[in-house]
């Protein structure tokens, strides 16, 4: 009987381990970047040793590829619920980039690791909505009438209006919350989104 719960508790040290271990490298990939983060900085930053570390994840890369993946992943999903719960076009605009915002001031080094990393991980992103950030906008966009000819220039320049104003506040050329400027910038996608389907 005293295995089970004993079982249990490793179990939950295991997950808390490996969460702890995803934050750490989260925090220290966006400060240094990858190449410039050691197994040894993680193990150091978590308190456990690189064996440990091994135990979760065989390499830093396939660290890095996971964490970038799951996160970008579930941002997609997010997108995906509110292009589905939403009814107005609107209203769909405006929760997207409150999401982004609210994301950006709640873990920026996790907005940071997403923007700064994507070009060494987007080509292992699949290409359903669900786990594809561009392709959830895309979606977006397409079921509010954007022809499919526009979609992706309309959501290129939709997503850096979100985008650049994040790089802005990373670097402190942006002051305050970026949840202060969601109705100024869901404004400034509304107009992308409405010139693209004039034309």
Do not use: W
């Not at 969460?19 to 190449?35: D, H, S, T």
């Not at 292992?124 to 669900?130: K, M, Q, R, S, Y």
């Not at 392709?135 to 979100?162: I, K």
């Amino acid at each position: 009987m005293s295995a089970a719960p004993g079982g249990a508790r490793r179990g939950r040290d295991g997950a808390d381990t490996r969460a702890r271990i995803e934050a750490v490298a989260l925090e220290l990939f966006a400060q240094k970047g990858v190449a410039g983060t050691s197994v040894r900085d993680i193990a150091l930053g978590v308190g456990v040793s690189e064996g440990a570390l091994y135990r979760h994840f065989p390499s830093k890369e396939e660290l890095a590829r996971v964490l970038y993946l799951t996160r970008y992943g579930a941002l997609a999903a997010e997108i995906c619920a509110i292009d589905a719960d939403e009814p107005e076009l609107r209203a769909k605009l405006r929760a997207v980039v409150g999401l982004a915002c609210g994301l950006f001031d709640a873990e920026p080094a996790l907005f940071a690791y997403l923007l700064i990393h994507q070009h060494e991980h987007l080509g292992l992103v699949p290409d359903a909505p669900e786990a594809n950030v561009v392709e959830a906008v895309a979606q977006l966009l397409r079921g509010a009438g954007v022809p499919p000819e526009r979609t992706a220039l309309a959501s290129a320049m939709a997503l850096g209006c979100v985008v650049q104003p994040a790089v802005f506040a990373l670097y402190g050329r942006l002051r305050g919350p970026l949840t202060a400027q969601v109705d100024a910038i869901a404004a400034a996608v509304m107009g992308i989104v409405e010139g693209a389907m004039k034309r």
